[in-house]
């Protein structure tokens, strides 16, 4: 299934706590995926997935809980850039930035 970027953000609303970030390189591709797994206040956790990872940033992460206060995607297609279809970024403190192909999201 293809999301859109309003339901990656109704998918990942209120989820701010990272449990897992992982970067791996798809051997068949040679691209970059990224894993995101999110938890809310309770500890229900949300997986976001993103293929063709590009112009991935990161600062203030290590040394204790990661949080992400304000993650959200924006579609990118109108600018027609290559294999960039969303952008990402944690709008309140830019802790993380990308752009990426594809993005799902899963329990």
């Known amino acids: 299934m293809k999301f ?31 894993t995101l ?7 229900k956790e949300v997986v976001l997935k993103c293929k063709d990872v590009s112009n991935l940033g990161l600062s203030e992460v290590g040394g204790g809980l990661i949080q992400f206060l304000s993650l959200r995607a924006q579609d ?19 802790a993380i930035l990308f752009d990426c192909a594809e993005a799902s999201v899963g329990d």
């Open 4 to 34: 859109s970027a309003e339901q990656i953000n109704q998918s990942i609303a209120g989820f701010t706590d990272v449990v897992q970030l992982q970067l791996e390189v798809d051997p068949s591709s040679g691209k970059y995926e990224l």
């Open 76 to 94: 990118v297609r109108a600018r027609q850039l290559d294999r960039v279809f969303f952008h990402f970024a944690d709008v309140e403190r830019g």
């Open 37 to 43: 797994a999110l938890a809310d206040a309770q500890g």
